[in-house]
Protein backbone atom coordinates (compact mmCIF):
# COMPACT_ATOMS: atom_id res chain seq x y z
CA UNK A 1 0.00 0.00 0.00
CA UNK A 2 2.82 2.44 0.70
CA UNK A 3 4.74 1.70 -2.75
CA UNK A 4 1.15 2.17 -4.39
CA UNK A 5 0.61 5.72 -2.50
CA UNK A 6 4.48 7.10 -3.48
CA UNK A 7 3.87 5.89 -7.14
CA UNK A 8 0.56 7.86 -6.96
CA UNK A 9 1.71 10.75 -5.27
CA UNK A 10 4.48 11.28 -7.55
CA UNK A 11 4.65 14.51 -10.20
CA UNK A 12 5.43 12.55 -13.04
CA UNK A 13 2.48 11.06 -15.05
CA UNK A 14 4.85 9.26 -17.89
CA UNK A 15 6.20 7.13 -14.86
CA UNK A 16 3.15 6.34 -13.07
CA UNK A 17 1.79 5.18 -16.75
CA UNK A 18 4.52 2.84 -17.37
CA UNK A 19 4.73 1.38 -13.78
CA UNK A 20 1.25 0.26 -14.24
CA UNK A 21 1.29 -0.71 -17.66
CA UNK A 22 4.19 -2.91 -16.63
CA UNK A 23 2.38 -3.86 -13.76
CA UNK A 24 -0.29 -5.09 -16.14
CA UNK A 25 1.91 -6.83 -18.84
CA UNK A 26 4.68 -8.46 -16.49
CA UNK A 27 2.12 -9.73 -13.96
CA UNK A 28 3.47 -13.28 -13.46
CA UNK A 29 5.09 -13.76 -10.02
CA UNK A 30 8.30 -11.71 -9.26
CA UNK A 31 8.14 -10.56 -12.97
CA UNK A 32 8.42 -6.70 -12.03
CA UNK A 33 8.73 -5.31 -9.22
CA UNK A 34 9.43 -1.46 -7.76
CA UNK A 35 12.54 -1.84 -5.83
CA UNK A 36 12.65 1.36 -4.23
CA UNK A 37 10.87 4.94 -4.47
CA UNK A 38 11.84 8.64 -3.36
CA UNK A 39 11.32 12.47 -3.86
CA UNK A 40 14.61 11.41 -6.73
CA UNK A 41 14.62 8.35 -8.53
CA UNK A 42 12.18 5.26 -8.86
CA UNK A 43 14.30 1.56 -9.05
CA UNK A 44 12.67 -1.00 -10.88
CA UNK A 45 13.56 -4.58 -10.72
CA UNK A 46 12.63 -6.76 -13.96
CA UNK A 47 12.58 -10.53 -14.38
CA UNK A 48 11.14 -11.15 -17.93
CA UNK A 49 9.81 -14.85 -18.01
CA UNK A 50 9.55 -14.87 -21.41
CA UNK A 51 13.38 -14.72 -21.93
CA UNK A 52 14.27 -19.10 -21.91
CA UNK A 53 15.62 -20.46 -19.06
CA UNK A 54 14.44 -16.54 -16.82
CA UNK A 55 18.13 -16.03 -17.58
CA UNK A 56 17.98 -12.03 -16.85
CA UNK A 57 17.29 -9.56 -14.57
CA UNK A 58 17.31 -5.61 -15.73
CA UNK A 59 17.43 -3.00 -13.28
CA UNK A 60 16.02 0.03 -14.62
CA UNK A 61 16.57 3.33 -12.38
CA UNK A 62 14.49 6.26 -13.43
CA UNK A 63 14.78 10.17 -12.35
CA UNK A 64 11.15 11.52 -11.02
CA UNK A 65 12.02 14.85 -12.68
CA UNK A 66 13.66 14.04 -15.88
CA UNK A 67 12.50 11.02 -17.50
CA UNK A 68 11.69 10.50 -19.96
CA UNK A 69 13.62 13.08 -21.30
CA UNK A 70 16.40 12.03 -19.75
CA UNK A 71 17.81 8.23 -20.43
CA UNK A 72 16.52 5.63 -17.73
CA UNK A 73 19.87 3.99 -16.00
CA UNK A 74 19.58 0.15 -17.08
CA UNK A 75 21.87 -2.43 -15.60
CA UNK A 76 21.66 -6.30 -16.85
CA UNK A 77 22.33 -9.16 -14.05
CA UNK A 78 22.53 -12.88 -15.11
CA UNK A 79 24.77 -15.41 -13.22
CA UNK A 80 25.22 -17.84 -16.53
CA UNK A 81 26.85 -15.00 -18.79
CA UNK A 82 30.08 -13.33 -18.75
CA UNK A 83 31.44 -10.68 -17.35
CA UNK A 84 32.43 -9.88 -20.77
CA UNK A 85 28.90 -10.91 -22.51
CA UNK A 86 27.12 -8.75 -19.50
CA UNK A 87 29.26 -5.49 -21.19
CA UNK A 88 28.18 -6.03 -24.04
CA UNK A 89 24.44 -6.81 -23.19
CA UNK A 90 24.75 -3.29 -21.16
CA UNK A 91 26.46 -1.54 -24.06
CA UNK A 92 23.99 -2.40 -26.35
CA UNK A 93 20.39 -1.93 -24.41
CA UNK A 94 22.06 1.70 -23.28
CA UNK A 95 22.30 2.08 -27.13
CA UNK A 96 18.64 1.07 -27.82
CA UNK A 97 17.61 3.30 -25.01
CA UNK A 98 19.78 6.47 -26.20
CA UNK A 99 17.57 5.72 -30.01
CA UNK A 100 14.33 5.97 -27.77
CA UNK A 101 15.19 9.11 -25.48
CA UNK A 102 12.44 11.64 -24.92
CA UNK A 103 9.73 8.64 -25.02
CA UNK A 104 8.64 6.00 -21.99
CA UNK A 105 10.72 3.59 -23.37
CA UNK A 106 10.91 0.87 -20.56
CA UNK A 107 8.35 -1.57 -21.97
CA UNK A 108 10.14 -1.15 -25.40
CA UNK A 109 13.64 -2.02 -24.19
CA UNK A 110 11.82 -5.24 -22.08
CA UNK A 111 10.68 -6.36 -25.36
CA UNK A 112 14.08 -6.05 -27.20
CA UNK A 113 15.72 -7.53 -24.57
CA UNK A 114 13.64 -10.43 -24.53
CA UNK A 115 14.24 -10.79 -28.27
CA UNK A 116 17.99 -10.73 -27.83
CA UNK A 117 18.24 -13.03 -25.38
CA UNK A 118 16.02 -15.68 -26.54
CA UNK A 119 17.68 -15.37 -30.21
CA UNK A 120 21.02 -15.19 -27.84
CA UNK A 121 20.47 -18.92 -26.39
CA UNK A 122 19.40 -19.92 -29.67
CA UNK A 123 22.56 -19.33 -31.13
CA UNK A 124 24.69 -21.02 -28.38
CA UNK A 125 23.86 -24.20 -29.83
CA UNK A 126 23.67 -23.34 -34.05
CA UNK A 127 22.10 -25.72 -36.18
CA UNK A 128 23.69 -25.57 -40.03
CA UNK A 129 19.97 -24.08 -41.18
CA UNK A 130 20.37 -21.40 -38.55
CA UNK A 131 23.96 -20.97 -39.82
CA UNK A 132 23.22 -20.77 -43.65
CA UNK A 133 20.27 -18.04 -42.18
CA UNK A 134 22.61 -15.97 -40.24
CA UNK A 135 24.81 -15.48 -43.45
CA UNK A 136 22.28 -14.63 -45.78
CA UNK A 137 21.10 -12.13 -43.58
CA UNK A 138 24.78 -10.54 -43.21
CA UNK A 139 25.85 -7.60 -44.69
CA UNK A 140 29.06 -5.76 -45.57
CA UNK A 141 29.53 -1.50 -45.09
CA UNK A 142 32.04 0.26 -46.88
CA UNK A 143 33.71 2.67 -45.63
CA UNK A 144 36.23 5.87 -46.69
CA UNK A 145 37.69 7.05 -43.79
CA UNK A 146 39.77 10.73 -44.49
CA UNK A 147 42.65 10.32 -42.19
CA UNK A 148 44.29 8.50 -39.16
CA UNK A 149 45.88 10.52 -36.68
CA UNK A 150 46.70 7.45 -34.49
CA UNK A 151 46.66 3.85 -35.72
CA UNK A 152 47.52 2.26 -32.68
CA UNK A 153 44.31 4.01 -31.21
CA UNK A 154 42.06 3.61 -33.83
CA UNK A 155 42.46 0.25 -34.51
CA UNK A 156 42.22 -0.88 -30.84
CA UNK A 157 39.48 1.17 -30.59
CA UNK A 158 37.60 -0.32 -33.59
CA UNK A 159 38.63 -4.03 -33.06
CA UNK A 160 37.16 -3.77 -29.41
CA UNK A 161 33.74 -2.24 -30.84
CA UNK A 162 33.77 -5.35 -33.22
CA UNK A 163 34.63 -7.99 -30.74
CA UNK A 164 31.67 -5.98 -28.89
CA UNK A 165 29.00 -6.49 -31.97
CA UNK A 166 30.17 -9.38 -33.27
CA UNK A 167 31.46 -7.65 -36.50
CA UNK A 168 35.01 -8.14 -38.50
CA UNK A 169 36.18 -6.46 -40.97
CA UNK A 170 39.56 -5.14 -43.28
CA UNK A 171 40.95 -2.06 -43.05
CA UNK A 172 42.85 -1.36 -46.36
CA UNK A 173 45.50 1.59 -47.09
CA UNK A 174 46.11 2.64 -50.46
CA UNK A 175 48.34 5.78 -51.08
CA UNK A 176 46.50 8.55 -48.90
CA UNK A 177 43.30 6.57 -49.66
CA UNK A 178 42.02 4.26 -46.33
CA UNK A 179 38.79 2.37 -47.07
CA UNK A 180 36.81 0.02 -44.11
CA UNK A 181 34.81 -2.81 -44.47
CA UNK A 182 33.07 -4.28 -41.55
CA UNK A 183 30.34 -7.18 -41.97
CA UNK A 184 27.90 -8.42 -39.39
CA UNK A 185 23.74 -8.40 -38.56
CA UNK A 186 22.28 -4.96 -40.02
CA UNK A 187 21.30 -4.10 -36.68
CA UNK A 188 25.31 -4.04 -35.13
CA UNK A 189 26.26 -2.55 -38.19
CA UNK A 190 24.23 -0.13 -37.74
CA UNK A 191 24.97 0.11 -33.99
CA UNK A 192 28.75 0.18 -35.06
CA UNK A 193 28.53 3.54 -37.65
CA UNK A 194 26.69 5.35 -34.60
CA UNK A 195 29.44 4.88 -32.55
CA UNK A 196 32.16 5.74 -35.24
CA UNK A 197 30.46 9.15 -35.43
CA UNK A 198 30.05 9.84 -31.92
CA UNK A 199 32.72 8.20 -29.82
CA UNK A 200 36.73 8.81 -29.11
CA UNK A 201 38.32 6.81 -31.79
CA UNK A 202 41.16 9.12 -32.87
CA UNK A 203 43.11 11.77 -31.80
CA UNK A 204 42.92 15.30 -33.24
CA UNK A 205 46.54 17.86 -34.43
CA UNK A 206 47.34 18.47 -30.14
CA UNK A 207 46.65 15.26 -28.87
CA UNK A 208 43.46 15.33 -27.80
CA UNK A 209 40.88 12.28 -27.95
CA UNK A 210 38.51 13.14 -30.92
CA UNK A 211 35.94 11.96 -32.76
CA UNK A 212 35.36 10.79 -36.72
CA UNK A 213 34.16 13.97 -38.30
CA UNK A 214 34.75 12.83 -41.92
CA UNK A 215 33.58 9.30 -42.48
CA UNK A 216 31.86 8.55 -45.77
CA UNK A 217 29.77 5.24 -45.86
CA UNK A 218 30.02 4.49 -49.49
CA UNK A 219 27.85 1.50 -49.67
CA UNK A 220 26.54 -1.74 -48.30
CA UNK A 221 26.21 -5.47 -49.84
CA UNK A 222 25.10 -8.64 -48.61
CA UNK A 223 27.24 -11.11 -47.70
CA UNK A 224 30.18 -11.53 -45.24
CA UNK A 225 33.70 -10.67 -45.72
CA UNK A 226 35.79 -14.12 -45.32
CA UNK A 227 38.08 -11.74 -42.91
CA UNK A 228 40.57 -13.79 -40.94
CA UNK A 229 40.43 -11.87 -38.05
CA UNK A 230 38.04 -8.88 -35.89
CA UNK A 231 40.00 -6.48 -38.03
CA UNK A 232 42.64 -7.63 -40.64
CA UNK A 233 44.94 -4.43 -41.74
CA UNK A 234 45.84 -4.49 -45.68
CA UNK A 235 48.74 -2.07 -47.16
CA UNK A 236 48.11 -1.96 -50.77
CA UNK A 237 50.85 -0.69 -53.19
CA UNK A 238 51.30 0.51 -57.51
CA UNK A 239 53.12 -3.00 -57.99
CA UNK A 240 49.76 -5.44 -58.69
CA UNK A 241 51.30 -8.23 -56.39
CA UNK A 242 49.68 -7.56 -52.80
CA UNK A 243 46.62 -6.37 -54.82
CA UNK A 244 45.75 -9.74 -56.72
CA UNK A 245 46.73 -12.11 -54.09
CA UNK A 246 44.33 -10.20 -51.80
CA UNK A 247 41.33 -10.02 -53.73
CA UNK A 248 41.54 -13.32 -55.48
CA UNK A 249 41.78 -14.79 -51.66
CA UNK A 250 38.45 -13.34 -50.33
CA UNK A 251 35.99 -13.50 -53.28
CA UNK A 252 33.24 -10.79 -51.49
CA UNK A 253 36.14 -7.96 -52.32
CA UNK A 254 36.81 -8.17 -55.62
CA UNK A 255 32.83 -6.91 -56.36
CA UNK A 256 33.23 -4.27 -53.25
CA UNK A 257 36.51 -3.45 -54.72
CA UNK A 258 35.39 -3.04 -58.37
CA UNK A 259 31.71 -1.36 -57.37
CA UNK A 260 32.95 1.40 -54.61
CA UNK A 261 36.87 1.85 -54.22
CA UNK A 262 38.27 1.77 -57.40
CA UNK A 263 35.85 4.56 -59.04
CA UNK A 264 36.84 6.62 -55.54
CA UNK A 265 40.76 6.03 -56.68
CA UNK A 266 39.85 6.51 -59.73
CA UNK A 267 38.01 9.92 -59.82
CA UNK A 268 40.98 11.39 -57.18
CA UNK A 269 44.31 10.21 -58.67
Avoid at 197 to 205: A, E, H, K, L, P
Wanted: hydrophobic share 40%; with cysteine; glycine share 4%.
Amino acid sequence: METTRLICGMHNDDIVDEIQALSAILCEDQEFQVQSIDEKEVMLMIHPHQIKNHLITLTVILDIKSYPVSSPQLSVQSSRLSRAELHILDTLIEEEAYKLQGQVTILSLVEWLVRYCNRYEEKTIPTAESLAGDAEHEYTTIVHLHHIRSKIIYVKTLSQWFRELDLHGVLISYRRWIFLMVSGEKNNLQLYLKRHRTQNVDIDSVGRPCKERMLTVLGQVEGRLDAVGVLDEVELNDSGKDWSTYWKSRSILVSIYQKFIQPQIGQKK
